[in-house]
């Protein structure tokens, strides 16, 4: 079963960007689904972006359609959510999550494995 560990939260102001990483253990990676899921403070997790285990099929949540983009590298066992023009609303713990298609992925239900977190705090 894969193992994932996410990397690149922080503080930024409002208008700026981060790069977060979700690195994947176990040589399985490529043939997982993965997705890009947050919460907020008081606020049920929501799926945020997801990208198919062939690159080039992703789903991205209308929320941070045109802001946010997630991309894969197999070859480094690792996903990517570049996050720019972020907005204090943007301000959650960020998970990532492997599942058997994009379709389960965006659901958020039945995924095989989950990343710890990382925060991500944008200021005003």
């Known amino acids: 079963q894969v193992q994932l560990v996410e990397s690149g939260g922080g503080l930024v102001q409002a208008g700026g960007s981060l790069r977060l990483s979700c690195a994947a253990s176990?040589?399985?990676?490529?043939?997982?689904?993965m997705g890009w899921f947050r919460q907020a403070p008081g606020k049920e997790r929501e799926f945020v972006a997801g990208?198919?285990?062939?690159?080039?099929?992703?789903n991205v949540a209308d929320s941070v359609k045109g802001r946010f983009t997630v991309s894969r590298d197999n070859a480094k066992n690792t996903v990517y959510l570049q996050m720019n023009s972020l907005k204090p609303e943007d301000t959650a713990v960020y998970y990532c999550?492997?599942?058997?298609?994009?379709?389960?992925?965006?659901?958020?239900?039945?995924?095989?494995?989950w990343g710890q977190g990382t925060l991500v705090t944008v200021s005003s």
């Open positions: 999550a492997a599942g058997g298609s994009l379709s389960t992925v965006v659901t958020g239900n039945g995924l095989d494995a």
């Open positions: 176990g040589r399985t990676f490529s043939s997982y689904a």
């Open positions: 990208i198919s285990w062939l690159p080039g099929r992703t």
